[in-house]
């Protein structure tokens, strides 16, 4: 069950069912004011929980997450939450692919703009070399190239990619991007994609896999 400590929060998701684990997570992490942390408590480093949150919340500090073995089997992720930042759904947002610009040396970087229930709006930079894995999603994806250049599948297609172009792809359709040169674009989905869909795009990450 959630605890304080030492003005933190904490939630040990072992308690939970693992397709409670997430949704629980995210209600603490609504509780807390900006610059508060979550422990997040696992028997292992939750890498899928960390990719998750960058993808669903604005007002998650990536850069200042951090995790350490606290006792054997018994891992603790930091999750903190942004300043100045509106919540999830929250009010207008102005913003530009020059202030939100976060590349990863690890994977493709997708920074949340605005979120609710229903679709997602993301700023989404990729470094030459890297790539969103081909996975089959049961959701609907606008992806409008900004600027670099790169491959994108879609379906049974293949197609060189470049600053202009906009590529629409049905839910149920199999579709991945892979840089040429370094890439930026505008990243919408419908509906928001579920822990299964992360889950697919995180292991072929870490397994090297673009298709």
Known sequence: MPAQKSGRQEIDVRELPPHERHGKVFELFDTLKPGGTLLVVNDHEPVHLVAFMKHERRDFDAEAYSA??????????????????????????????????????????????????????????????????VHTPGIDLIFVVQSGRGTMIAGSEKREISPGDIVVVPRGVRRG????????????????????????????????TFE
């Open 68 to 133: 350490y073995e606290r006792k054997p089997g018994e891992w603790v992720g930091e999750f903190t939450k942004r300043e100045g930042v509106p919540e999830n759904g929250g009010g207008p947002v102005l913003t530009s692919f020059t202030k939100e610009r976060q590349y990863s040396d690890s994977s493709f970087s997708p920074v949340p703009i605005y979120a609710t229930p229903s679709y997602r709006v993301l700023a989404t930079y990729i470094k030459a070399g890297q790539f969103i894995p």
């Open 177 to 208: 991007v892979l840089a040429e040169t370094d890439m930026e674009a505008l990243h919408v989905v419908s509906p928001p994609p579920g822990d299964s869909d992360h889950e697919e795009v995180s292991r072929k990450i870490a397994a090297g």
